[in-house]
């Protein structure tokens, strides 16, 4: 593993930050803000760190998957950590523990905030906010670049099983095809968004805002209230189809653009996690309307927004749902557990993982009929192997090993049962939102700070997919 | 480009420079801001607070220079209203030529229309009139009017001393400001010369070594002078020199040989 192959990477990481930081600076600047400082140095401190390794490293082509991997990870610790630079330079509510989560959550992109009074925040931090969920979008699709192509075991073949749908072509080969795909959506998706929620009387500040939020699946809002503050249906709708999109394999996205046979309509995966966010959208509204909660379209508006909002891990609200019955509220906490599809922008378990956990289960029940039968498993076709099937309940139990871990921990703070739990599974899923004092319209901030560095740990783990942190630490030591 | 072993160093100190300048410059034009701050707010809100608290201070004098003249002491109380108007009226001009915010202009005016009013009510004589001793004229016209001119001179008070705290808790707030490029720059240096050490190392020191090694075993008979060095600088000059040389060597003794 070459360290000056990795150190020249994560300076590229640095320049990206540093483009988006001149970026809110010129925000700040325009307006005549107290934050203009503090991203202009912030900036200048990524520009020089991300111009330094370009002057000693020469050209490299190859980056293996060890240097991958640690691209990735220390990436994606080192934006954290350039990105809560402008919070803790501008003070205000950013303490350094708060500073930390908020950065944490902004480029795992969670959308999980400590804020209080995100309006009275100035312009170019608010941009700044947004971007890293932008930025942590982009760091998912450079992961497919840097580490995917480059994989061996069990990262190739959970991917090729995620692939299969889109195409039959040697997924090692033609990753950068793949990534231009996925750049090309994701760049399309966000124009899109921008443009479609100015039509419908945002501003363009905060229709970009909401655009890099609703694409990376982050959540972060230019308002206290969230996606509620503009109380319009047109709004909430053309949020919830970007939300539903940015939750989906953008491949498949790209395959239904371009007419291709591998699409949204064709993918049976795609169709299923379809076909759940309905039903849960189905169950979600009934229950609130027969519970006499609201009247049947409210009950249809809201229910159809909160469950694609943590169904898809973005995290935006148009209601507080911590007064819900409770029954829609074990509902919202299955959709947080499921997550979107992979090779979106979403994060945590994924639902090709539940898919490949429920079609194991069916086998093992067919198995326990039949002892001798041979049963395989597929998704679009393709089988999935015993190996990939074991891989996938190791990785469910280490989920769950992590997520108790940590509700546990919050439990010995003397954090509520149920604010434990939201918030240690909202975080490992990147979703944002939990229930009681996180709720859907409220936020973090009455988490102890040792606390706050608990659900960090979890929202990293969970976009970096466990897996990850521990090949990463067995590649160390080897 | 050709990256020269010069330019690399000079560019690397040139970025510790420029993010070192910049913490300084920054650091130092807030607390050229901070100072200014601190010299306005003794300069605007405290100057106004101090004439209001003497305003006040003239007006307690005046109700008690009234009180005297109703008693018939009307020589010493006629002396005390005398030196507390003169009192009064230096410090409403230190206040009236000091306006630094926004609506202080309308507390002026408050005060002067309540004291004209006030003064009015003590002017005129007192004493060997029916107000001599009339301790209801008191209560309802002079004491009224002194309250209310007191109002108004507390009114201007709180409007400077709340304007002083809101500028007190922004100073606090640009203060942590002010130092937070230098203590991040503290930090980044280190850092920046722990990578700095690295690619030195890397660069440097480790084909350095490379090439001894392998001019020391071309002296021990391996002639191939190999080494790794990937670098295109003046390390990569002296290897294939020093490769020429060894090359020159070599043919100049097997020519030598009969």
Redesign the interface.
């Known amino acids: 593993m070459k360290k000056e192959i990795i150190i020249k990477h994560l300076g590229y990481v640095l320049l990206l930050n540093g483009l988006f930081l001149l970026i809110s600076f010129l925000i700040s600047l325009f307006l005549g803000e107290s934050s203009t400082i503090a991203l202009l140095f912030s900036g200048l401190i990524c520009a020089i760190f991300g111009v330094f390794p370009l002057i000693f490293v020469e050209r490299t082509e190859h980056v293996n998957f060890g240097e991958g991997l640690s691209i990735v990870v220390f990436g994606w610790l080192l934006t954290c950590v350039v990105g809560m630079l402008p919070y803790i330079m501008w003070g205000g509510e950013f303490t350094l523990a708060n500073a930390w989560f908020e950065s944490v959550s902004g480029f795992t992109t969670t959308g999980a905030t400590v804020l209080v009074e995100i309006e009275s925040l100035p312009k170019g931090i608010l941009f700044w906010r947004s971007s890293t969920h932008w930025i942590g979008g982009v760091g998912i699709i450079l992961f497919v670049m840097l580490v995917l192509p480059q994989s061996k075991g069990q990262r190739l073949s959970v991917y090729n099983a995620e692939i299969s749908s889109l195409s039959k072509m040697n997924f090692r080969f033609e990753a950068r095809r793949i990534v231009r795909i996925l750049a090309v959506v994701y760049l399309s998706l966000t124009l899109l968004e921008t443009v479609a929620l100015m039509l419908f009387g945002m501003s363009f500040f905060d229709a970009i805002n909401h655009s890099f939020a609703t694409i990376a699946t982050g959540g972060f809002s230019t308002k206290n209230l969230s996606v509620a503050a503009y109380d319009s249906v047109a709004i909430e709708v053309i949020i919830m189809v970007f939300m539903l999109l940015s939750g989906m394999h953008f491949g498949l996205i790209y395959g239904t653009v371009m007419l291709k046979k591998e699409n949204i309509f064709t993918s049976s995966l795609a169709k299923t996690f379809l076909l759940v966010m309905l039903a849960g959208v189905a169950l979600v509204t009934a229950k609130l309307y027969l519970a006499g909660t609201y009247d049947f379209w409210t009950s249809l508006r809201f229910a159809s927004f909160q469950v694609i909002s943590l169904g898809t891990t973005t995290g935006f609200a148009t209601e507080d749902s911590a007064h819900w019955p409770i029954f829609t509220q074990v509902v919202l906490i299955y959709f947080t557990i499921q997550c979107g599809m992979t090779g979106s922008t979403s994060g945590g378990l994924k639902f090709d993982r539940v898919y490949i956990f429920f079609q194991s289960i069916g086998k093992q029940v067919k198995l326990l009929k039949h002892p001798q039968g041979i049963f395989i498993s597929k998704v679009d076709g393709k089988v999935i192997d015993d190996k990939l099937e074991q891989q996938t309940l190791v990785f469910i139990v280490l989920y769950i090993v992590v997520f108790f871990t940590s509700t546990a921990l919050l439990t010995a703070m003397d954090l509520d049962g149920m604010t434990a739990f939201s918030a240690s599974i909202a975080t490992i899923g990147n979703v944002g939102p939990g229930f009681e004092k996180v709720s859907s319209l409220g936020n973090f901030s009455t988490i102890p700070d040792l606390g706050k560095y608990v659900l960090s740990i979890n929202m990293l783990l969970g976009r970096l997919e466990i897996f990850n942190v521990i090949a990463l630490i067995m590649l160390k030591r080897h | 480009m050709k990256?020269t072993l010069k330019?690399?160093i000079l560019?690397?100190f040139m970025?510790?420079v420029?993010?070192l300048a910049?913490?300084g410059a920054?650091s130092l034009?807030?607390f050229r801001w901070l100072s200014n701050s601190v010299h306005g707010l003794i300069e605007d809100n405290y100057r106004s607070i101090e004439a209001s608290k003497t305003m006040v201070e003239a007006l307690e004098r005046e109700d008690s220079g009234i009180l005297l003249l109703m008693l018939g002491e009307w020589r010493e109380g006629r002396q005390i209203l005398r030196s507390a108007d003169s009192l009064f009226m230096a410090s409403f001009e230190v206040a009236r030529n000091n306006l630094t915010e926004e609506n202080e202009q309308e507390h002026i005016r408050q005060i002067q229309e309540s004291y004209q009013a006030y003064k009015s009510s003590w002017e005129r004589p007192i004493e060997d009139t029916d107000k001599q001793g009339n301790l209801s004229w008191y209560k309802e016209e002079a004491h009224k009017k002194f309250m209310q001119a007191k109002l108004a001179v507390d009114g201007l008070m709180s409007l400077n001393q709340s304007s002083m705290y809101d500028e007190a808790s922004e100073l606090k707030?640009r203060s942590?400001?002010a130092l937070?490029?230098g203590i991040?720059?503290i930090v980044?240096a280190v850092?920046?010369s722990l990578?700095?050490n690295?690619?030195i190392a890397?660069?440097f020191v480790n084909p350095l070594s490379e090439l001894a090694e392998a001019v020391n075993s071309f002296k021990d008979g391996d002639k191939s002078l190999r080494s790794n060095i990937?670098?295109?600088d003046e390390i990569k000059e002296l290897e294939e020199a020093i490769s020429d040389l060894l090359h020159r060597m070599a043919s100049n003794q097997n020519e030598a040989k009969p």
């Open positions: 990256k330019i690399k560019a690397s970025l510790l420029a993010m910049a913490a920054i034009a807030e707030e942590k400001r937070m490029p991040v720059s980044a850092v920046f990578v700095l690295f690619f890397r660069y990937t670098s295109n």
